[in-house]
């Protein structure tokens, strides 16, 4: 399975500041994901990045707001700009491995960045 | 789009059995996953359903109903460490990127 790290861990930030995220793992992968964790709600996908290419973002997400990059396969970062204490949330790195333990498509998923905006 | 529904919270005993719910309305589903996550850590996989039935591992087991839009995770002899949130996810479609239910926190006391 991947090894998934992610810095900061957790960081305290001012309204109309921005912070990048960086996600490392220890094996290539194709695809990677960035998630939002809001307090008492699911994982919410922010955007799936490939290396070569745009992010592509889901529903309620912009470029502008979360720029993303994907320079090689085993690295990631995603900023959160502008920031708002609505953005106040757990930010999430994943990636889907072929090899997991039921032989499928298993997604793994970094520590999370614990993010509080004032 | 897909809705996937579960409890938000239940409760039990250790030692006991708990069986938590989650149904889900989709179209094109391609299987069902449930994670485990603990306070301030990232979820972790327990488990994958493509097909009616129960899979066991362990203490804990996984049941399918396709045609109901149903599954459920089954813990057995329960642990004060089986104190966390169970999330249900699906896939769908020609996509194998998971969809997540909102959790549900299960708290386990002496």
């Known amino acids: 399975s991947a090894v998934i790290s992610q810095k900061p861990s957790r960081d305290i930030c001012q309204r109309g500041t921005s912070l990048t995220i960086q996600c490392q793992v220890d094996s290539q992968v194709t695809m990677m994901f960035w998630y939002r964790q809001q307090p008492g709600q699911s994982l919410t996908l922010i955007a799936t990045a490939n290396q070569g290419s745009e992010a592509t973002y889901e529903s309620g997400f912009v470029i502008d707001k979360f720029p993303i990059s994907r320079p090689n396969l085993t690295f990631s970062t995603l900023t959160v700009s502008n920031m708002s204490p609505e953005d106040s949330s757990i930010y999430l790195c994943s990636v889907e491995d072929h090899h997991g333990t039921s032989g499928n498509n298993e997604q793994f998923f970094g520590p999370g960045t614990r993010l509080t905006v004032l | ?110």
């Open chain 2, 1 to 110: 789009g897909q809705n996937i529904d579960q409890p938000t919270e239940m409760t039990a005993t250790e030692g006991a059995i708990v069986q938590i719910n989650c149904t889900y309305q989709t179209s094109g589903f391609n299987g069902l996953f449930w994670y485990q996550q603990h306070a301030g850590e990232a979820p972790t996989f327990l488990s994958y359903n493509v097909l009616d039935g129960l899979e066991e591992k362990g203490r804990f087991s996984s049941f399918l109903s396709r045609s109901k839009g149903y599954s459920y995770l089954l813990l057995k002899e329960l642990q004060m460490k089986d104190s966390a949130s169970y999330l249900c996810a699906v896939t769908s479609g020609g996509s194998y990127i998971p969809t997540f239910g909102r959790g549900t926190s299960l708290i386990v006391h002496p």
